[in-house]
């Protein structure tokens, strides 16, 4: 069964800090994808980076960097010069490729930075 | 463009009584999907549309749920004998065909009195 797992319910950072929040993952599959959304406290769920299973470079885009490590199943997010406004819970997920279209997400992480 | 929207933001109904949450997804994208939110707790897939695929109805949590799309786009995620248990956010996403990216819409909040 695939499963993602967050084993840090909370963090804080000091502003302009950089910050890594965990994530590893169990699955069989060869062929899966990693996500990290962001939930601010009014609700919405943003995307904010993506990396395939096959993908030979870690992911970035802007702040966020996906730090993979395949043979550990580990996809920790870290996000770089953290922002008042990147407080908020932060969520794992893998998709299985191959037509499985479904997330399965971790219970999450809920950042606070401090100023 | 705009996004992904659902309605009501919110709904307070009595035990018992059925519900019906409504999403319209980005226009354009062909799949779509439910998730609900529990306090404090990750995502719980519910089910998947693609297209005129049968839908994936895998993570519906007993027979009181169902949900339709029609005609490709709006979809309804209709509870039945809502239960106290049943309250939680629910969410919708939708993607384009071929696209890893899902886009979230602000959820309805349920709760069930």
């Known amino acids: 069964a695939q499963k993602i797992t967050q084993t840090q319910p909370g963090m804080f950072v000091q502003e302009k800090e950089a910050v890594t929040l965990d994530c590893t993952y169990d699955?069989?599959?060869?062929?899966?994808?990693l996500f990290w959304y962001k939930q601010p406290s009014s609700g919405e769920m943003i995307f904010l980076i993506y990396q395939g299973s096959y993908d030979q470079q870690n992911a970035t885009e802007g702040r966020y960097s996906l730090n993979f490590q395949k043979a550990r199943k580990s996809a920790n997010l870290v996000i770089s010069a953290s922002q008042l406004g990147d407080s908020a819970m932060y969520f794992c997920?893998?998709?299985?490729?191959?037509?499985?279209?479904?997330?399965?997400f971790g219970a999450g992480t809920r950042l606070a930075v401090h100023p | 463009g705009a996004g992904v929207s659902q309605s009501p933001s919110n709904k307070v109904t009595e035990k018992g009584k059925d519900v019906e949450l409504r999403c319209d997804p980005i226009s354009g994208h062909t799949a779509l999907y439910w998730y609900r939110q529990s306090l404090g707790q990750g995502l719980e897939f519910l089910i998947y549309f693609q297209g005129n695929s049968a839908p994936d109805k895998s993570g519906l949590p007993s027979d009181r749920f169902s949900a339709e799309r029609t005609g490709g786009s709006v979809s309804t995620l209709t509870i039945q004998r809502t239960q106290q248990e049943d309250s939680a956010v629910y969410l919708c996403a939708s993607s384009p065909q071929g696209f890893y990216e899902q886009y979230f819409g602000p959820g309805t909040r349920l709760t069930v009195t």
């Open positions: 997920a893998m998709r299985r490729s191959g037509g499985y279209n479904k997330l399965i």
């Open positions: 699955t069989s599959d060869p062929s899966y994808g």
